[in-house]
Nanobody, 123 residues
């Protein structure tokens, strides 16, 4: 069974940082494009960052450019997103997802999803 597991979420003050991690069981992450998505209360799930299989290409939503950095460690079967300068509007459940082919960084293009990790930005 293909599974993704996110970790690293938590309660952070505005301006703080977090590093979210995505690990896989049942398959090798480096065979897949990995995306990070988030869903805030009352809002649709949105793609915030995606990274190619090799890690050589990445996409960032405009709202997170300059603050989010996606990376992958294929040797250890993990993908990360470093989040700096957290804002209240970053509060959401963050999901990682996998797809075999890079098309867009949108939910409909991704096949395997984790359960999410909650990020709350509050003072």
């Amino acid at each position: 069974q293909l599974q993704l597991v996110e970790s690293g979420g938590g309660l952070v003050q505005p301006g703080g940082s977090l590093k979210l991690s995505c690990s896989a069981s049942g398959f090798t992450l480096n065979d897949y494009v990995i995306g990070w998505f988030r869903q805030a209360p009352g809002k649709e799930r949105e793609g915030v960052s995606c990274i190619s299989k090799s890690g050589g290409a990445a996409y960032y939503a405009e709202s997170v450019q300059g603050r989010f950095t996606v990376s992958r460690d294929n040797a250890n079967n993990r993908v990360y997103v470093q989040i700096n300068g957290l804002k209240s509007e970053d509060t959401a459940v963050y999901y990682c997802a996998a797809t075999g082919m890079w098309r867009r960084c949108k939910t409909l293009d991704f096949d395997v999803w984790g359960q999410g990790t909650r990020v709350t930005v509050s003072s």
